[in-house]
Structure formats: C-alpha cells, structure tokens
C-alpha cells in the first residue's frame, strides 16, 4: 500500500473542521468555463427494464484515448458540481469523460421500476463492457463519490482477476465502503443535518415513483420514515433483494470483498470526515500493493479545497487534481 502524495493537502484555513469542510465546498462558486467538448446523452441499459443516463463526452479519436467514468454520490448527478469540475480536468488532460447518472437520478425516475443503492457495482460493469465493446474504447477509468465511491470499489473487487482488462485504474474519494458504520454515523449529533437533508430527496423520489409505477410503492409508509436506516428497512433492502437493512448493509459494502481487487485504486479520504468513518479504513484489506491511499487529516466529507490552486491547470479541489495525476501515472506504466 502506497500511503503518500507528491502534494499534501493544505486547507483553506477557515476549514480546518470537517462539517465546514464538507459544507463550503459544495457551494463554492467555481465560476468553471463552457466544456469545449459537447456531451451526448446516452442510455445504457443495465438490466432488463433498467436504463441509466450517461452524459458521454467523446473526443473524435475517442478510441486513441483513455475513458474516465463519474459516479456521483448519495442524491447527487451527472451534473453535481464536483462531477462537473472532475469533467473539466480529464477533458483538459485529453480524456473521454462519462458523466453516469445513478439509476432514477438525474431526473430519470421514469428508465426504471427500481431504486438504487450503494451495491448497484453491476451498473457500472455493463457500461464499462459497452464501452469497450460496442465504442472501441480501452484504457477505461472509474471515480466514484462517497456511495458511487462503495460502488467503484465494490466493481473492482467482483471483478477480481478480470479486473484490469477492463479497467486501468479505480478512483474512490471519501468512499461509503461500510455502509452500516456511515448509517451509525449519520445518527449522531449535528450529522442528522445531512440525514434529514437526504432523506427529503430520497422520500420525493418515492413518491414520484408511485406516480409512475403505483403498484410498486406503498407512499403510506412513508410517515413511518424518521432516519436513513428506516427509509433503508423499507424501501432500499427490499428492492435490493434483502429482507433488511442490516442485511443489505452487509451484503453490498466494498470492504466485505475489497482485498479481492487487482485493479490498481487510488482512496482519498480524510481524517475528519464527519460522514464516513475514519476507522471505516483501518482494515488490514486495504493493505495492498494495488492500493494507494491519501488520508490527509482534514478535508471533510468529499470537500478537499485547498488554500490556494496548485499552478494554471489545477486549481483549488485537490482530489480532483489526485484522480487525474493518478490516472496520467497508470497510463505511464
């Protein structure tokens, strides 16, 4: 296991506190430039009656350049602002980029009678295989955020020995890989803030849903609804193919199979992280020389903006400017 970086990470001062960390960024105004390379909405079909969207940017020789796909995280899409400046950067550095939608996110509630959730790994490995296969492309990539992060791990280690023939590297920044210990987490103290903002998202999709396909979602039960672990015990496992959350908990976090993958991964998390739990990465799994880790002491919940930008190209979001060095390096080797 690779445990440094060639930049450490400096906060901006004022930041150094994991909630303000978390917070900030996500409202920073990043004033980011028209991206020069147009994107083509897509529909990837994963599963029978399932489809996702993707936001496909393809350079014209796309085949003669490395791919990266954006997961975004928990109630997040394609066009979530850190998926946006991520998309910036591998497009500067002259990469395709695919910006997937999770399934029903993205406004695109209508392409499945399903949910999602944080085990959805098969989602990104039949968008991968059509990529190589019906595109051409090689040299593909994965970054996925908090959830999207567990999802991108959760790939990489079913994907074991193949690993590599499909992907040249996997991204996972602030990853949700054990799902009960963030669910503990967000039960505490000032975190209901972020659960109950979640939880408005999560319970307007299910009532869109039973718009859509009433058979199938029950909206009585959602004045039974209080915290992330209800609204898991009775919409998320079931759908999912588990009796609870518990369960689904179990079965779907990376960090249960994680010493499985081959891949080369890159992990950014940060010590204070008031989301994920630090000691979520104490795992003896994680020890391996295909596993590079950058755990920098503050940085927040996918926060990471620094005190000032590195030079021209990289500015302020530092896990941003990680993910691309990582994958200009693998594609060196």
């Given at each position: 296991?690779?445990?440094?970086?060639?930049?450490?990470?400096?906060?901006?001062?004022?930041?150094?506190?994991?909630?303000?960390?978390?917070?900030?960024?996500?409202?920073?105004?990043?004033?980011?430039?028209?991206?020069?390379?147009?994107?083509?909405?897509?529909?990837?079909?994963?599963?029978?009656?399932?489809?996702?969207?993707?936001?496909?940017?393809?350079?014209?020789?796309?085949?003669?350049?490395?791919?990266?796909?954006?997961?975004?995280?928990?109630?997040?899409?394609?066009?979530?602002?850190?998926?946006?400046?991520?998309?910036?950067?591998?497009?500067?550095?002259?990469?395709?980029?695919?910006?997937?939608?999770?399934?029903?996110?993205?406004?695109?509630?209508?392409?499945?009678?399903?949910?999602?959730?944080?085990?959805?790994?098969?989602?990104?490995?039949?968008?991968?295989?059509?990529?190589?296969?019906?595109?051409?492309?090689?040299?593909?990539?994965?970054?996925?955020?908090?959830?999207?992060?567990?999802?991108?791990?959760?790939?990489?280690?079913?994907?074991?020995?193949?690993?590599?023939?499909?992907?040249?590297?996997?991204?996972?920044?602030?990853?949700?890989?054990?799902?009960?210990?963030?669910?503990?987490?967000?039960?505490?103290?000032?975190?209901?803030?972020?659960?109950?903002?979640?939880?408005?998202?999560?319970?307007?999709?299910?009532?869109?849903?039973?718009?859509?396909?009433?058979?199938?979602?029950?909206?009585?039960?959602?004045?039974?609804?209080?915290?992330?672990?209800?609204?898991?015990?009775?919409?998320?496992?079931?759908?999912a193919g588990c009796s609870n959350a518990a369960e689904y908990y179990?079965?779907?976090?990376?960090?249960?199979?994680?010493?499985?993958?081959?891949?080369?991964?890159?992990?950014?998390?940060?010590?204070?992280?008031?989301?994920?739990?630090?000691?979520?990465?104490?795992?003896?799994?994680?020890?391996?020389?295909?596993?590079?880790?950058?755990?920098?002491?503050?940085?927040?919940?996918?926060?990471?903006?620094?005190?000032?930008?590195?030079d021209a190209r990289r500015d302020?979001?530092?896990?941003?400017?990680?993910?691309?060095?990582?994958?200009?390096?693998?594609?060196?080797?």
């Amino acid at each position: 296991m690779n445990n440094g970086s060639s930049t450490p990470f400096t906060p901006l001062p004022l930041l150094k506190n994991g909630h303000l960390m978390t917070i900030v960024p996500a409202l920073w105004n990043r004033r980011l430039p028209p991206i020069k390379t147009p994107s083509v909405d897509r529909l990837f079909k994963v599963k029978p009656h399932v489809q996702v969207l993707a936001n496909c940017h393809f350079a014209e020789d796309a085949k003669a350049r490395p791919t990266l796909i954006i997961l975004h995280g928990l109630e997040g899409s394609s066009n979530t602002p850190y998926v946006l400046g991520l998309t910036h950067k591998a497009l500067e550095y002259g990469m395709n980029v695919v910006r997937l939608n999770l399934r029903n996110c993205g406004n695109t509630l209508h392409l499945t009678p399903t949910l999602y959730n944080a085990g959805l790994s098969a989602d990104l490995i039949a968008v991968a295989t059509e990529l190589i296969e019906v595109d051409g492309l090689k040299n593909l990539f994965a970054a996925g955020y908090s959830l999207g992060g567990n999802i991108v791990l959760k790939a990489a280690a079913e994907l074991g020995a193949e690993g590599p023939s499909m992907f040249k590297g996997i991204c996972a920044i602030s990853p949700a890989l054990d799902l009960a210990a963030c669910v503990d987490s967000m039960e505490k103290g000032v975190n209901r803030f972020y659960e109950q903002r979640f939880l408005i998202g999560l319970k307007d999709k299910i009532r869109i849903k039973h718009r859509l396909f009433p058979s199938l979602y029950d909206v009585s039960k959602l004045k039974y609804v209080k915290t992330l672990r209800g609204f898991d015990d009775v919409f998320t496992a079931p759908d999912a193919g588990c009796s609870n959350a518990a369960e689904y908990y179990q079965k779907n976090s990376a960090i249960r199979i994680i010493e499985n993958a081959q891949i080369p991964i890159l992990i950014i998390t940060a010590k204070d992280d008031p989301i994920v739990p630090f000691q979520s990465f104490a795992s003896p799994k994680l020890q391996a020389p295909n596993i590079t880790m950058l755990t920098p002491q503050y940085g927040g919940h996918s926060g990471f903006l620094a005190h000032a930008a590195e030079d021209a190209r990289r500015d302020r979001f530092w896990a941003e400017n990680r993910i691309i060095e990582f994958c200009v390096s693998q594609l060196a080797q």
